[in-house]
């Protein structure tokens, strides 16, 4: 085990380095494949739009038939989308609406609010190039071309992608296996008495949540007393049917913290500590031999600190990018942006700092008051972290490194 403090950077890279991402792929209905991996890349067999069509409602044209401005001609048929037109007589216009066929001949259409109806007639008040209105076969898509990538989360745009060009099925990444368990005798459920001493336990909820917005299978094995015996017993329970143990508390070194030497004597521990604030004790290594994902037995381990914010910042910024790496996703980078901020922080940590933020209608940044790692208001109030170098100060008007939620949760 790397007994040094490493910096957030190497962490995360030993954690990358670490991951093994999943190898079975299953087919689901392309309606339903929002939200996960997609195992291979797509191609489509069609052009989309498959054939010239109108973008607008309005009178397919010759162009050169309405040069002068103000034209009246018959209208010599009606094409509804759906439908195939006949060719277009000469010196007539067909009324056409949006998304159906360009009838051969025509070479321009006029949207209707700039045309007058004259019973079966058009007057076109308007001077039409060749072109306007209408998109092109293939204008979106061509036959045999890339539109979905190996390695992708797919998002509802992605699904209507595919479905764009009659994909029914995608193959997809199974959905990852993670047990979690929390480790403390002062932990106790809402809705149980509440003991003096006892605190509830936000962390099971956070965490679960977390995990499952990540799209995870979430195994809960609740929560395990204070003792080496009961601890081990649970990770190798926990790893018999998952591919990641996920744990909350007990990673430091007092006499209750029993998850790292239970690690440690059910497998192997790669990683400890960590200069990040908040968050230092993360723990990660192997529950059982070294195996593919799936093998019986076998599985990564994640240990989070207990505090709350603690868990909801690592899990944000390092288990998320492993988890996505699992899962075979190619890019786990958060995209970060620059952004103003309306705060001052004068006391820098010699750790990389990891503050609990709010944008605000200047356009700027407004920073939570307490920043302690127990008060989990902060990031129920925050919509974003700052990702603040070590030791570096932030006075106000600064530009910072800015982590939307949305770029985290996900």
Not at 70 to 82: C, F
Not at 184 to 200: C, F, K, Q, S, T
Not at 220 to 233: H, M, Q
Not at 297 to 326: D, E, K, Q
Request: charged share 20%; proline share 8%; glycine share 10%.
């Amino acid at each position: 085990m790397n007994q040094g403090i490493l910096s957030v950077d190497e962490a995360l890279t030993q954690l990358l380095d670490g991951a093994q991402s999943l190898v079975e792929i299953e087919n689901v209905a392309t309606l339903a494949a929002t939200g996960r991996v997609l195992a291979k890349p797509q191609h489509s067999n069609i052009d989309v739009p498959p054939l010239d069509n109108t973008a607008m409602d309005g009178y397919a044209v010759r162009a050169a038939e309405c040069a002068r401005g103000e034209t009246r001609l018959a209208v010599s048929q009606r094409i509804p989308a759906g439908s195939i037109p006949g060719p277009l007589v000469t010196g007539t216009a067909a009324r056409i609406f949006t998304g159906a066929p360009i009838p051969p001949g025509a070479d321009a259409v006029v949207m209707q609010e700039m045309c007058s109806s004259e019973d079966d007639h058009v007057v076109i008040r308007h001077k039409p190039k060749p072109g306007d209105w209408i998109r092109r076969v293939g204008e979106d898509i061509r036959a045999g071309g890339r539109i979905l990538e190996a390695g992708v989360k797919l998002r509802p745009q992605d699904a209507g992608i595919a479905a764009s060009v009659g994909i029914a099925t995608l193959p997809v990444v199974r959905r990852l296996k993670i047990a979690v368990f929390f480790t403390g005798n002062e932990l106790v459920m809402p809705g149980d008495p509440l003991p003096r001493g006892a605190i509830y336990n936000s962390n099971r909820f956070t965490i679960t949540g977390m995990l499952q917005q990540l799209g995870c299978e979430v195994s809960d094995f609740g929560i395990v007393p204070d003792s080496l015996e009961a601890t081990r017993d649970t990770l190798r329970r926990a790893a018999a049917a998952n591919d990641l143990v996920v744990t909350s508390g007990g990673v430091s070194v007092g006499d209750e913290d029993h998850v790292k030497p239970a690690v440690e004597a059910e497998g192997q521990l790669q990683m400890w500590k960590i200069a990040v604030k908040p968050g230092k004790p993360l723990a990660f290594g192997r529950i059982g031999p070294k195996a593919p994902p799936g093998r019986p037995g076998s599985a990564a381990f994640i240990g989070l600190p207990g505090n709350p914010v603690s868990v909801f910042v690592t899990l944000a910024i390092l288990v998320r990018p492993f988890i996505l790496r699992m899962q075979g996703v190619a890019q786990v980078e958060p995209t970060a942006c620059s952004v103003r901020a309306d705060f001052d922080w004068a006391k820098p940590d010699a750790r990389r700092e990891f503050l609990r933020v709010k944008s605000n209608a200047e356009g700027g940044l407004d920073l939570f008051a307490n920043q302690s790692s127990g008060v989990l208001t902060s990031a129920a109030w925050a919509d974003g972290l700052v990702d603040n170098p070590p030791k570096q100060a932030i006075r106000r008007g600064d530009m910072v490194r800015f982590l939307p939620f949305s770029e985290l949760l996900h």
